[in-house]
């Protein structure tokens, strides 16, 4: 049988190429990811190839979202630490180190917010924030920073990332948030102070300023403060974790010559 030269040659059917990986081959350390951002964050780094270690007190929840990873085909680790003392930060990045040999990012992002005015607040909860959202932020980088200049200096993509979650309220400071408002501040200074005496060994340092996010973190208030304080405050259609998560992802996938130091997101219709 001749073939008709007016006919068109069959074509074979185009392949669906899979989206490349660009952490593939890294070890992400996620505090913070037994629930909202830092949850996410695992995620979507997950999903990007790095091998994520989760790491926060709650180990049914950070099984839960190990499932998760590991259902899609990725891996990750539990950590099951107390994030607010040294010896917790310890044990969760010698954990991520043990899971591969190796630590590429970490991203801090455990935080606590008691919402309430400073006359007769409880001292307790200030302690609280201030060792979660700033002490422990600082000693979970200082236990990494061996690691993270190491990643920087030998592995393949010759770059390291640190990402702090902090928040809009550590630019701008509002009443019944004073002490959240404190730490915050600090863990701004602190990234900065970091990030200019590393800047120079391609480890990047990012503060991330999420403003309003639909998180269980506001639940944890007491109930006569959030009694007291509802209605206060409408941010319009908040963001969601994941919005928060896909700007950390593109922030430690930028080129090795680029660094992103600071972002600030709100909700779109956030005014203050």
Same mark, same amino acid.
């Given at each position: 049988?001749?073939?008709?030269?007016?006919?068109?040659?069959?074509?074979?059917?185009?392949?669906?190429?899979?989206?490349?990986?660009?952490?593939?081959?890294?070890?992400?350390?996620?505090?913070?990811?037994? &629930? +909202?951002?830092?949850? @996410? =964050? #695992?995620?979507?780094? !997950? *999903?990007?190839? $790095?091998?994520?270690? /989760?790491?926060?007190?709650?180990?049914?929840?950070?099984?839960?979202?190990?499932?998760?990873?590991?259902?899609?085909?990725?891996?990750?680790?539990?950590?099951?630490?107390?994030? &607010? +003392?040294?010896?917790? @930060? =310890? #044990?969760?990045?010698? !954990? *991520?180190?043990? $899971?591969?040999?190796? /630590?590429?990012?970490?991203?801090?992002?455990?935080?606590?917010?008691?919402?309430?005015?400073?006359?007769?607040?409880?001292?307790?909860?200030?302690?609280?924030?201030?060792?979660?959202?700033?002490?422990?932020? @600082?000693?979970?980088?200082?236990? !990494?920073?061996?690691?993270?200049?190491?990643?920087?200096?030998?592995?393949?993509?010759?770059?390291?990332?640190?990402?702090?979650?902090?928040?809009?309220?550590?630019?701008?400071?509002?009443?019944?948030?004073?002490?959240?408002?404190?730490?915050?501040?600090?863990?701004?200074?602190?990234?900065? !102070?970091?990030?200019?005496?590393?800047?120079?060994?391609?480890?990047?340092?990012?503060?991330?300023?999420?403003?309003?996010?639909?998180?269980?973190?506001?639940?944890?208030?007491?109930?006569?403060?959030?009694?007291?304080?509802?209605?206060?405050?409408?941010?319009?259609?908040?963001?969601?974790?994941?919005?928060?998560?896909?700007?950390?992802?593109?922030?430690?996938?930028?080129?090795?010559?680029?660094?992103?130091?600071?972002?600030?997101?709100?909700?779109?219709?956030?005014?203050?």
């Amino acid at each position: 049988m001749t073939a008709d030269p007016t006919q068109a040659p069959t074509q074979a059917p185009a392949r669906t190429q899979a989206p490349a990986q660009e952490l593939a081959g890294t070890t992400a350390l996620v505090t913070g990811a037994s &629930s +909202g951002i830092g949850e @996410a =964050t #695992a995620l979507a780094l !997950a *999903a990007q190839g $790095a091998c994520v270690v /989760l790491a926060a007190r709650r180990r049914d929840r950070l099984e839960k979202t190990a499932a998760t990873v590991t259902a899609a085909g990725g891996r990750a680790v539990v950590a099951e630490a107390d994030l &607010s +003392g040294e010896a917790g @930060a =310890t #044990a969760a990045v010698s !954990a *991520a180190v043990a $899971a591969t040999g190796r /630590l590429d990012i970490v991203v801090n992002s455990a935080g606590v917010l008691l919402l309430g005015p400073v006359e007769d607040a409880p001292a307790e909860e200030w302690h609280r924030m201030v060792n979660v959202n700033l002490l422990g932020t @600082a000693l979970v980088t200082r236990a !990494a920073l061996p690691h993270l200049l190491r990643a920087a200096a030998d592995g393949p993509r010759h770059v390291a990332d640190l990402v702090n979650v902090s928040s809009l309220g550590g630019r701008v400071a509002t009443a019944n948030t004073a002490v959240y408002n404190a730490a915050k501040f600090g863990v701004n200074g602190f990234s900065e !102070a970091l990030r200019q005496e590393v800047a120079r060994r391609h480890l990047r340092v990012c503060v991330v300023e999420p403003g309003f996010v639909a998180t269980e973190l506001p639940r944890h208030s007491r109930p006569e403060v959030l009694g007291a304080l509802a209605g206060d405050f409408d941010p319009g259609e908040p963001m969601r974790p994941s919005d928060v998560a896909g700007t950390i992802v593109h922030v430690v996938t930028r080129p090795r010559h680029m660094a992103i130091g600071e972002v600030l997101l709100r909700p779109a219709e956030q005014l203050a």
